[in-house]
């Protein structure tokens, strides 16, 4: 509605008004819609705001914990050492597990820390116990595969750090195989990862180390095996203590 216009009705009520009050009729009050059209604006730009703040801070998935350069990585199996400290850390872990994700957000820093500082040996256990929560099946299986690709590719740490901050939700599809050989070719993955990713190169690893540890009795509770569990010289140790890795590396 154009000026003109509201200026002639807002006169029309006026004289309307004048003539309730000469009749002794005390005219309606009208609300003033102006304040809650702005409310409304603004409400709608802060939603607007909100919603692309939760969209950035979940794409950016933070800084990956800082590894120092000189840190020693190997491979056997599915398993990957991080350091040479004398306290050896056992972390068993699924990509597809919410809480192992909050456990990374959590305790990678600190980790992180005590390898550089040559305190303990950070032994990363490659688990796929959650293939049936994605449909298709086996999303789990290809993102195992995928972060011992990266170890062979000299970016572990990174890509590690990396499917936990682009996680999927359980019952999704998953990250497609284009994805994760994408992540790893943005953190300057070598040699020739794709493929590696691709054909599910590490497959029967992952396998063999998901059954070795559903069948060991020290990582048992109650007779299951789930994720994340962490054992400190070989003992599952309760996580419900937050000071877990100072405990074991002052023993």
Known sequence: MGGA?????RRKQEAADRRLAAAGIRPPQRRNRTPLVIVGVVLVVAVVIGIVVVVV?????????????????????????VGDGPVVVDVYEDYLCPICERFEERYGDEIAAAV???????????IAILDAATSPPGYSTRAAN??????????????HHQLFAEQPAERSAGLT??????????LGASGDFATCVTSGAHTDQVTAET?????????????????????????KIDLNDTSWLQAAIAR
């Open 211 to 235: 059954a070795a540890a559903e069948s060991n009795p020290a990582l048992l509770t109650d007779g299951q095996f789930g994720t994340p569990t962490v054992a400190v010289g070989g003992q």
């Open 57 to 81: 801070q979940r794409s950016s998935g933070g800084t990956p914990p800082a590894y120092a350069a000189a840190v020693p990585t190997a491979v056997s199996g599915a398993v990957v050492s």
């Open 177 to 186: 195989d284009q994805q994760l050989v994408q992540f790893g070719t943005q």
């Open 5 to 9: 216009s509201r200026n002639e009705k």
């Open 146 to 159: 995928a972060a011992l690709c990266a170890a062979d590719a000299g970016v572990y740490p990174a890509y």
């Open 116 to 126: 550089n500082a040559g305190q303990i040996t950070a032994r990363f256990h490659t």
